[in-house]
Structure formats: structure tokens, C-alpha cells
């Protein structure tokens, strides 16, 4: 895998910081892999969406500079997706010796604010975020309303509300120059999803259920594959996976649903250049 730095970078690219689920290898023991993180690079600008554990290591594994990141998505609140207070506290830390300005951009559902001033607060003393934290670091939480558009820099965004149990979650539609992205967040088949996904030339799904299981939150492989067809998706790359299956056996799964499009497995440390 070579490294990709961030500064020379001139490509539209996806790079897969985390690639499965928060059990990592259960199915697949000692095959350890990160859960969900996903760095969006558009027209020299980083942007991160979800961050699950590991996110920062594997930043530095490539060699892109976290402190770069001005824009981060979050789906939704499950630790795999929402450990940003580790991202956070090394972007702190590091002010305190650089003294470089640094301005954050979160975006998600509601409750974003709430959510994260809480984590915050039960790890440091309980008026640390006003006291201290943005001393270091301009915070701004933008939380999303269904259908909403916004624009990040150089990059196009909506947001459309999908289901995924009692909690608040978004997926995303991004327009990447002359391709969209959409990214599923972890959700079952939805009208929000359709509505993200429809004609996109990339679906970033989320692929958490074995093949032939059911689960109200997620989908599986053959799920996948009906959605991605119905929204006429070019490219379909699988995420948030179990280790359950083999990559065959998820291929061959969402192919028996009549998908005939492109297919890819995700890995960490995987780079997809859009065309």
C-alpha cells in the first residue's frame, strides 16, 4: 500500500480507514481491522466521514496529517461511527504545543451538540469543553434536518433521515465533482436511502449482516444488492462488514439479487479513485 500525502494529492479519492464492524474478528480471528472511518479527499481538502476507533492511527499510517481535517460527517451515535473525542483531544493536544488555529466542522443528526458535550464531560472534569477545550480548538456542530443541503469548502452535501432502531441517523449524498457518493450510514433499505442513493455513480453501504440473515438496522449482502440496482448505482462498495463471509461468498450474494454493476470489498487502507 503506498502512502498518500495529503498535500500533493491532486485526485478525487475515497480512503477506507476502517472497513468492519465493532467486533472486528470474530469470524475471522486475528484478521484485526478498524471499524467505520472513511477520509473523503475533493479538490485538496480532507474530509472525514464517521469516526470509529483507530481513525486517528490509521491517519498516521498513511501519512495524512489528522490536523488537516476541517469537516467531519457523522451518521449516527454508535461508538464504531462516534469515537470522535479521541480525534478531538490529539487535534487539542497538539494546539497546545503548535498554536495553529484550528477551526472543526461536525456535522450529524440531532443531538449531535448534546451528545458530544456529554461523552466529553464524563471523560474530563465537567466544565472542561467551555473551559479548556475551546481554548484549542473553534467547534461548531452542525446538526441536520432531512433533505438538507449544505456546502463544505468545495464539496456539495445532503443529508436524508434513515432508520436505524430508536437513534437519530443520516446518510449522505455527496457531490464529488463529476461524481456522487452516497454513503449509507448503517440502515436498512429506506426511502431516506433511496433518495440519497438514487443514480449515484458510488454507493458506500454498509454490509453488516451474514449472508441470508435478517437484522431491522442493517442489511445483507442480497439487500444490498436490491437497493443498488433499484437505484440504478454504478459502482457499489461494501463496508461495515462482520467477517462472516467470505468476499466470494458477499459478491456472489449481492450478485443473486440481479445487481450486474461494478463490486467492491472493502479493506482497510483501501483507495478508490473516482474516474
Same mark, same amino acid.
Given at each position: 500500500?503506498?502512502? #498518500?500525502?495529503?498535500?500533493?494529492?491532486?485526485?478525487?479519492?475515497?480512503?477506507?480507514?476502517?472497513?468492519?464492524?465493532?467486533?472486528?474478528?470474530?469470524?475471522?480471528?486475528?484478521?484485526?481491522?478498524?471499524?467505520?472511518? #472513511?477520509?473523503?479527499?475533493?479538490?485538496?481538502?480532507?474530509?472525514?466521514?464517521?469516526?470509529?476507533?483507530?481513525?486517528?492511527?490509521?491517519?498516521?499510517?498513511?501519512? #495524512?496529517?489528522?490536523?488537516? #481535517?476541517?469537516?467531519?460527517?457523522?451518521?449516527?451515535?454508535?461508538?464504531?461511527?462516534?469515537?470522535?473525542?479521541?480525534?478531538?483531544?490529539?487535534?487539542?493536544?497538539?494546539?497546545? !504545543?503548535?498554536?495553529?488555529?484550528?477551526?472543526?466542522?461536525?456535522?450529524? /443528526?440531532?443531538?449531535?451538540?448534546?451528545?458530544?458535550?456529554?461523552?466529553?464531560?464524563?471523560?474530563?472534569?465537567?466544565?472542561?469543553?467551555?473551559?479548556?477545550?475551546?481554548?484549542?480548538?473553534?467547534?461548531?456542530? $452542525?446538526?441536520?434536518?432531512?433533505?438538507?443541503?449544505?456546502?463544505?469548502?468545495?464539496?456539495?452535501?445532503?443529508? !436524508?433521515?434513515?432508520?436505524?432502531?430508536?437513534?437519530?441517523?443520516?446518510?449522505?449524498?455527496?457531490?464529488?465533482?463529476?461524481? $456522487?457518493?452516497? !454513503?449509507?450510514?448503517?440502515? /436498512? +433499505?429506506?426511502?431516506?436511502?433511496?433518495?440519497?442513493?438514487?443514480?449515484?455513480?458510488?454507493?458506500?453501504?454498509?454490509?453488516?449482516? @451474514?449472508?441470508? +440473515?435478517?437484522? /431491522?438496522?442493517?442489511?445483507?449482502?442480497?439487500?444490498?444488492?436490491?437497493?443498488?440496482? @433499484?437505484?440504478?448505482?454504478?459502482?457499489?462498495?461494501?463496508?461495515?462488514?462482520?467477517?462472516?463471509?467470505?468476499?466470494?461468498?458477499?459478491?456472489?450474494?449481492?450478485?443473486?439479487?440481479?445487481?450486474?454493476?461494478?463490486?467492491?470489498?472493502?479493506?482497510?487502507?483501501?483507495?478508490?479513485?473516482?474516474?
Amino acid at each position: 500500500m503506498s502512502k #498518500i500525502n495529503q498535500k500533493t494529492q491532486e485526485d478525487d479519492r475515497l480512503v477506507i480507514l476502517g472497513s468492519v464492524t465493532c467486533f472486528s474478528s470474530y469470524f475471522s480471528p486475528f484478521d484485526y481491522r478498524n471499524p467505520t472511518g #472513511i477520509l473523503l479527499q475533493h479538490k485538496g481538502h480532507d474530509y472525514l466521514i464517521d469516526c470509529g476507533e483507530g481513525v486517528r492511527r490509521q491517519l498516521d499510517e498513511l501519512r #495524512i496529517d489528522y490536523f488537516g #481535517i476541517e469537516n467531519v460527517f457523522i451518521s449516527h451515535f454508535h461508538p464504531d461511527h462516534f469515537a470522535l473525542e479521541n480525534l478531538v483531544q490529539a487535534i487539542e493536544v497538539r494546539n497546545y !504545543y503548535s498554536k495553529e488555529k484550528k477551526v472543526l466542522n461536525v456535522y450529524g /443528526p440531532k443531538e449531535l451538540e448534546a451528545r458530544f458535550k456529554m461523552i466529553w464531560k464524563s471523560k474530563h472534569y465537567e466544565t472542561d469543553f467551555e473551559d479548556n477545550l475551546k481554548k484549542f480548538i473553534n467547534i461548531n456542530f $452542525i446538526e441536520l434536518e432531512d433533505g438538507q443541503r449544505i456546502r463544505a469548502n468545495d464539496l456539495e452535501v445532503e443529508a !436524508y433521515a434513515v432508520p436505524h432502531g430508536k437513534m437519530p441517523a443520516l446518510s449522505y449524498r455527496f457531490n464529488v465533482g463529476k461524481n $456522487i457518493l452516497s !454513503y449509507s450510514g448503517d440502515t /436498512p +433499505s429506506s426511502a431516506g436511502l433511496e433518495k440519497s442513493a438514487k443514480d449515484a455513480d458510488y454507493l458506500l453501504c454498509e454490509c453488516n449482516q @451474514k449472508v441470508g +440473515s435478517t437484522n /431491522p438496522g442493517h442489511m445483507n449482502p442480497y439487500e444490498v444488492g436490491e437497493t443498488a440496482s @433499484k437505484c440504478r448505482i454504478k459502482n457499489v462498495v461494501l463496508t461495515h462488514l462482520s467477517g462472516a463471509n467470505s468476499d466470494e461468498e458477499i459478491i456472489s450474494d449481492v450478485r443473486r439479487s440481479g445487481f450486474r454493476r461494478n463490486i467492491t470489498v472493502s479493506k482497510d487502507l483501501m483507495t478508490i479513485t473516482f474516474k
